[in-house]
C-alpha cells in the first residue's frame, strides 16, 4: 500500500512540475525583451525552490541530531572588542555595506517603503543610515560603499528619494532583489498571467535571495574588483546595526582560518523566544528558525535557557565565498513556506529564504555575542517609542543609550490597538514622555498623552471599552495603575 501511496505522489510531483514549466515559459513571453535574461534567471531560481517543495515531507530538521554549539563557535564581545587597529582607514576600505531594504510599512499602517517612514528627530531609517556611512567616510577619509537590496515594492521609491543624497559622501548603490509568482494552495500554479509585478500576484522571496541578486547585479565583481573583502548586512529597520570597527578587525587580522561568515547574535529574552538560533547540525555550525522546528518541540525551542541566543539578522560575510558559492550552486537555504490568504479569500502559498540560513555553507562560520544595544529593530509603534524616546541620543546617525538611564535594558513597552498606525500613535501624545526611568509601560483603550509627562517605574494605563484617559500635561506617574474615565481638561 505504501508503495501504491509513494508512486501516486511521485506522479502528482511530476504533474505539478510539467505545469509549472509550462506557466513559467508563458509568463517569460510577456517580460520585456531588455529584462527577459534576468527574469529567465529569477524564474530559474523559483522553480529550483518549488521542486524541493513539491519533495518536502515535514520539518528540515531532526530534533535528535540537533547539538549545542561546539565550544568556540560563538565568541564573546569582549574578546573581539579587545581586538585594536591603528589604520582604521585600511580596514575600512576592505568593507561593503548592505542594507535589506525590501520591506513595506504596512504593519507599522503606513503605505510604501518603510525606510521612508520617519522615526527620529524627523529623520527617516535611510536618513540615518546615510549619516552614519557619510560620518565614517569624513572621518578616516575612506570610500565605504552603501548598498539597498531593494524589492519591487520599494525601488522606484527609493531611487527618487536617492536623489537628494547626491551631494554626501557616500557612494549609494541599488539592487533588486527576485520577483516571484505567487502560487495558489490548491491550483500549485502562478495566480499571475502577465509579468506585471503586481503585489497581489507577485512577490519578493526573503532576504536569501540577496546572494544571487547580488551576484547578478554585477556589484559583487565590482567590489571585488575594488579590494573589498567582507559585507556587512542588516535590516535597514534595526537602528543598532552600525558599523562595528572592532568586528571587521578581528575579521581582517585572522588570516589563518578567517571566518567567512560571521552572525551576531545577542541573548534572548521573553520577548525574543520565536527568535531563530544557533545550533550545531552534521557537524556545522548553522541557524535553525523556529519554521523548522517539529511541533512537539516548539515550546523547548523557545525556552530561554536552552537555547539562550538568537539571530539579530546582523551578518559579515566574506565576498570571496559568496561568488565560490553561488558559482558553485552551493548556496543551500532552508525554504520558509509562508501561507496567506489574500484580501480576496484566495489561499497562496510564498516560498521564500533567509540570509541567515546559508550560514552552513561557508568555511569557519561562527557567531560573535553581542551587546542588546546592537539590537534595536523598529518593527511596531511600541519601538518606535522606545526610539523617539529621551532614552536615547543621536550621534552622527547613530542612537546611542541616554547616559543618564541608570540600568542598559529598555523597558517592556506594550501599546493597544489604538495605537498600531504611525498616524494614530503620533496623534496621541502632545509631545514624547520622558521615560529614562520607566521599567514597564502598557496602554490599553482611548488614552492620549499631554505635554510634558513622566513615566517611571511600571505604569499601567486602561481605558475599558466607551471609556478615555487623558493624561494631563506635566503629569508625573510612578508605578501607577490608571483605569476608568479620566478627561482634565485644560483652561
Known amino acids: 500500500m505504501d508503495s501504491h501511496i509513494a508512486a501516486f505522489k511521485s506522479l502528482a510531483r511530476k504533474d505539478a512540475s510539467e505545469r509549472m514549466d509550462v506557466e513559467l515559459q508563458k509568463l517569460l513571453s510577456t517580460v520585456h525583451p531588455e529584462e ?55 580596514i575600512l576600505d576592505k568593507l561593503v555595506v548592505c542594507k535589506l531594504n525590501g520591506g513595506l510599512g504596512t504593519t507599522m499602517g503606513c503605505v510604501g517603503t518603510k525606510s521612508l517612514i520617519s522615526v527620529c528627530q524627523d529623520l527617516t531609517f535611510l536618513d540615518l543610515n546615510i549619516q552614519q556611512i557619510e560620518h565614517l567616510n569624513n572621518t578616516h577619509t575612506t570610500n565605504v560603499p552603501f548598498v539597498l537590496m531593494n524589492s519591487f515594492n520599494t525601488h522606484e521609491e527609493t531611487v527618487k528619494t536617492l536623489r537628494k543624497y547626491a551631494a554626501c559622501n557616500v557612494n549609494i548603490h541599488t539592487f533588486n532583489q527576485s520577483c516571484h509568482p505567487r502560487i495558489g494552495t490548491e491550483s500549485l500554479l502562478p495566480l499571475a498571467n502577465t509579468y506585471d509585478k503586481n503585489p497581489q500576484r507577485w512577490y519578493p522571496p526573503g532576504h536569501g535571495d540577496i546572494y544571487t541578486s547580488f551576484y547578478n547585479s554585477g556589484l559583487l565583481q565590482k567590489f571585488l ?19 562595528d570597527m572592532s568586528i571587521l578587525n578581528f575579521l581582517l587580522s585572522h588570516k589563518e582560518q578567517q571566518p567567512e561568515f560571521v552572525m551576531e547574535v545577542t541573548d534572548k529574552t521573553r520577548a525574543d523566544v520565536k527568535g531563530g538560533t544557533l545550533i550545531e547540525y552534521e557537524g556545522r555550525l548553522r541557524l535553525l528558525e523556529i519554521a523548522q522546528v517539529p511541533k512537539a518541540h516548539v515550546d523547548e525551542f523557545k525556552s530561554v535557557s536552552k537555547f539562550r541566543i538568537f539571530n539579530t539578522n546582523n551578518l559579515w560575510i566574506n565576498l570571496k565565498a559568496i561568488k565560490r558559492l553561488v558559482e558553485a550552486n552551493k548556496m543551500d537555504m532552508e525554504i520558509i513556506v ?9 489561499r497562496i502559498v510564498q516560498l521564500e529564504t533567509a540570509v541567515g540560513s546559508a550560514m552552513k555553507n561557508f568555511n569557519h562560520a561562527i557567531g560573535i555575542n553581542v551587546p542588546r544595544r546592537r539590537f534595536l529593530p523598529v518593527k511596531r509603534t511600541s519601538d518606535l517609542l522606545l526610539v523617539m524616546s529621551n532614552l536615547y541620543e543621536m550621534h552622527h546617525g547613530q542612537l546611542i543609550m541616554n547616559p543618564q538611564r541608570s540600568f542598559p535594558n529598555v523597558p517592556l513597552i506594550e501599546l493597544g490597538s489604538f495605537y498600531r498606525k504611525v498616524k494614530d500613535f503620533l496623534a496621541r501624545f502632545a509631545t514624547i514622555p520622558d521615560m529614562l526611568e520607566l521599567d514597564h509601560l502598557t496602554v490599553s483603550g482611548d488614552v492620549t498623552f499631554g505635554k510634558g509627562v513622566t513615566l517611571k517605574g511600571t505604569v499601567i494605563i486602561i481605558a475599558n471599552h466607551g471609556d478615555r484617559i487623558d493624561i494631563p500635561t506635566g503629569a508625573v506617574l510612578e508605578n501607577k495603575i490608571v483605569s476608568g474615565n479620566l478627561r482634565i481638561l485644560q483652561h
Not at 59 to 86: C, F, L, N, R
Not at 338 to 346: A, H, I, R, S, W
Open 338 to 346: 509562508n501561507n496567506k490568504t489574500l484580501d480576496d479569500g484566495v
Open 36 to 90: 527577459k535574461e534576468q527574469v529567465a534567471k529569477q524564474f530559474a531560481n523559483f522553480r529550483e525552490l518549488f521542486e524541493r517543495y513539491l519533495g518536502e515531507t515535514g520539518p528540515s530538521v531532526i530534533w535528535e541530531k540537533i547539538h549545542p554549539p561546539p565550544q568556540g563557535s560563538i565568541i564573546d564581545y569582549s574578546k573581539v572588542s579587545e581586538a585594536s587597529t591603528s589604520d582604521s582607514k585600511a
Open 225 to 243: 574588483d575594488e579590494g573589498k573583502e567582507y559585507m556587512f548586512v542588516s535590516n535597514i529597520d534595526n537602528l543598532g546595526a552600525s558599523i
